[in-house]
């Protein structure tokens, strides 16, 4: 159970931060200012069960 969690945090923050980059790159701030704060989200989520998403 925890192993799926863990895949589809990783998944969520690799999409997002790629989505966030590319609103960067458009210069559109108000869906990057969005991906951001979900980006803040998922990594928050992540702390509160206690897993790294970026540790192997």
Do not use: C, K, N
Request: charged fraction near 25%.
């Amino acid at each position: 159970m925890m192993g799926e969690f863990l895949a589809e945090i990783r998944v969520r923050i690799r999409e997002t931060s790629t989505s966030l980059q590319a609103a960067q790159a458009a210069g559109d701030e108000f869906l990057a200012d969005a991906h951001a704060s979900e980006l803040e989200d998922l990594h928050r989520i992540a702390a509160l069960h206690g897993i790294d998403p970026y540790s192997a």
